[in-house]
């Protein structure tokens, strides 16, 4: 073959191939000096994601606390969670609670929930201290 006018036979291959390998080395170290703080842009992206879905569930929480300080602002309902929490009667009333009676429909409380949360807690403790599980 005849070489073209104004290069050199063969020493143009060389100097393309050590200039790509110059080229390759400084992309490869832009790659690695960028790898880091890309994978540290990822991460707090997603604890950003994630902190915010927390805010979200404690706004919901927060509004359904205010909802009950608002109801428990309420002498009545502060009445009803007496009489049915803590079997409180008012005098003059004759209260009753029946024991052994029929089976509760399924849409009213269960026996636990009867149970005056005291019990509760001293038969968790008991359950507890036997080291049995529920």
């Known amino acids: 073959m005849i070489p073209a006018l104004g290069r050199p036979p063969g020493g ?3 100097r393309l191939t050590s200039r790509a390998a110059v080229l390759a080395v400084v992309i490869c170290a832009i790659a690695l000096s ?4 890309v994978r540290e842009y990822i991460a707090q992206r997603r604890q950003i994601d994630q902190l915010q879905a927390e805010r979200q569930m404690l706004n919901g929480q927060l509004q359904a ?3 009950q300080q608002q109801r428990l602002g309420d002498p009545a309902y502060v009445e009803q969670l007496a009489r049915n929490k803590l079997h409180m009667c008012l005098r ?3 209260c009753y609670i029946v024991i052994g009676g029929q089976t509760a429909p399924s849409g ?3 026996a636990a929930a009867l149970t005056p949360w005291y019990e509760r807690l001293w038969q968790s403790v ?3 201290n036997r ?3 529920r």
């Open 34 to 37: 960028l790898a880091y703080p």
């Open 12 to 14: 143009d291959r060389v």
């Open 126 to 128: 008991q359950e507890a």
């Open 65 to 67: 606390l205010q909802h």
């Open 108 to 110: 009213a409380p269960t």
């Open 131 to 133: 080291g049995s599980p």
């Open 92 to 94: 003059g009333e004759t």
